[in-house]
């Protein structure tokens, strides 16, 4: 069976649609065709030289990070970055790259949650949610096409609200209308009186990455010439998408007890922390990679420590001893994603080359 560079994104995306990305990233295919077939495939979190080599040693012609290769245009390609070399050496091996990476963060199922699993943390839920993401589809159809038309809504995506699917509101009226001459009515005829039809209002939510799929089955699956519906916005925060994430420990431990097992779980060699509190930690915030813009919101919700990376010295104060900050490296925070690619596209591709990077790319070494 062949399986293209496209079949992998379109299975990733399903997961993590690109739309959900920061405005500053650059997720998706960043070298390669997507209508080339794959033989293999290497995931990794960076794409270095190094990552480059093992790919072509083990016979994988695409590799799937989690950070992007390019995150600004390049203007040259002569070889004076790893990143200009590693472009040429893919563009010359027939090696597609492809990254989805803050996409992935936003996503409940996305990088927080796979350190929240490590960590064993029960009753997560997403530490800040997406707002614009979702809106309100409001349709109308006769009495005997709903059953048809809300179905295939559904089918294309419509209806989810947190983990309940093919939610909808309907509400029964009566619908009038007048064709033109010109007009192919399925009901009445051409240029005859004004029809009187028992229709029903049917309200849906549609996530923003479906918006276009939702509309087209719309659209090929109502009875009407022109259909009646109404797209509108809302600023419900999406409860599936957004940064940081914060759960509760299965039971309470003592503070250096639980950085222990942090330091364990996360397999890091230090972690740097702002000063103790002599309490029990219970409720747990986490951010991959950089999640210092997220710790006015782990205070807010009561968490009594927050993990992530890349804290900056003056950035510790600011915890102000309301919350424990607890940086434990951004490598280190993320350095399980590639699990999240191998299974989804295991799932996908059961019988399918997937390999995990062997190598370490963390930039970082401690001298302890």
Request: aromatic fraction near 8%; hydrophobic fraction near 40%; proline fraction near 4%.
């Amino acid at each position: 069976m062949i399986i293209t560079v496209r079949e992998i994104m379109e299975a990733i995306e399903a997961e993590a649609p690109p739309i959900y990305q920061e405005s500053y990233d650059n997720c998706g295919l960043q070298v390669g065709n997507p209508m080339d077939e794959v033989t293999g495939i290497l995931i990794s979190l960076d794409v270095t030289e190094a990552i480059l080599e093992e790919a072509m040693e083990r016979g994988c012609n695409m590799i799937v990070s989690h950070h992007p290769l390019i995150f600004s245009g390049l203007k040259k390609i002569s070889g004076r970055t790893y990143v200009e070399r590693v472009v040429q050496q893919a563009i010359k091996n027939d090696i597609s790259i492809y990254a989805a990476h803050t996409n992935l963060d936003n996503m409940v199922n996305g990088v927080n949650a796979k350190i929240a699993e490590k960590l064993g943390l029960v009753n997560t839920s997403i530490l800040v949610p997406k707002t614009n993401t979702l809106s309100k589809l409001y349709t109308y159809a006769p009495l005997t096409d709903a059953d048809r038309v809300r179905d295939a809504l559904f089918a294309a995506g419509a209806g989810g609200i947190g983990f309940y699917n093919e939610c909808s509101f309907n509400t029964t009226g009566t619908g009038t209308f007048k064709a033109h001459e010109d007009a192919n009515p399925t009901i009445g005829k051409a240029g005859g009186a004004r029809e009187m039809v028992e229709e029903v209002k049917i309200e849906v939510i549609v996530e923003k990455h479906n918006e276009r799929a939702v509309l087209q089955a719309l659209f090929s699956n109502h009875p009407y010439e022109e259909v009646a519906y109404e797209m509108v916005p809302l600023p419900n925060p999406n409860q599936q998408v957004g940064a940081g994430m914060v759960g509760v420990l299965p039971g309470p431990m003592d503070e250096p007890d639980f950085l222990t097992f942090l330091k364990q779980q996360m397999k890091t060699d230090c972690i740097r922390h702002t000063a103790l509190k002599d309490k029990k930690i219970t409720r747990v915030a986490v951010c991959g990679g950089a999640g210092s813009f997220l710790l006015k919101d782990a205070i807010q919700a009561k968490a009594d420590i927050f993990i992530t990376g890349d804290f900056k010295y003056h950035q510790f104060f600011d915890a102000e001893g309301k919350i424990i900050i607890a940086d434990i490296g951004h490598y280190e925070s993320e350095q399980f994603t590639s699990e999240i690619f191998e299974a989804l596209l295991k799932k996908k591709f059961p019988n399918f080359a997937i390999l995990l990077s062997n190598l370490s790319t963390n930039p970082v070494k401690y001298f302890c």
